[in-house]
């Protein structure tokens, strides 16, 4: 599969189990969510304008997955990049501010288990080889995610899309 990523271009991507998961409802879903919370509401992002420039959380998810592969991260942890956001809710994190989150940015991960659980991704990580458990504990992928002030791909994929 050919992907043409806006930061690094066209990359091929190869591994069967991240088309799939490319192609899941979760993570489609993350085409609708944009990196920029409100802000896409208030300026030239407008929905109802023809070009969007803003970056998605799908587009944020395949930018860490692609940093974790250029560096070449397990397989495991190259996932754990893709699905690291599944749970994303609209409006980026302002909603961690509805609820009470704003010091952590963290509501989204509450749901993370939820989501992933509902879905299709645990049968494709099975039918691949791989346990949900594991894949999904950030905690295991040093490079994927790390306690600021330390570097991350999730940070440097970050600091590539911000608004």
């Known amino acids: 599969m050919i992907y043409n990523d806006r930061i690094f271009g066209k990359v091929m991507i190869r591994e069967p189990v991240i088309i799939k998961l490319l192609k899941s409802k979760p993570m489609q879903r993350l085409k609708k969510i944009t990196m920029c919370g409100f802000s ?3 300026s030239r992002g407008h929905p109802l304008m023809k070009f969007n420039p803003w970056f998605t959380r799908f587009e944020h998810s395949i930018g860490v997955f692609l940093l974790l592969k250029r ?8 996932i754990a990049g893709l699905l690291h956001d599944i749970s994303h809710t609209a409006f980026s994190h302002i909603i961690d501010h ?46 994927l995610e790390r306690e600021i002030p330390d570097i991350c791909a999730d940070r440097i994929d970050y600091f590539f899309v911000q608004c």
């Open 40 to 42: 896409v509401f208030l």
């Open 98 to 143: 509805v609820f009470g989150r704003e010091m952590w940015h963290d509501y989204h991960e509450g749901l993370f288990r939820k989501v992933l659980l509902s879905s299709e991704i645990p049968n494709i990580l099975e039918n691949y080889g791989y346990d949900i458990n594991t894949v999904t504990d950030i905690k295991n992928f040093g490079l």
């Open 71 to 78: 560096y070449e991260a397990s397989l495991k942890e190259q």
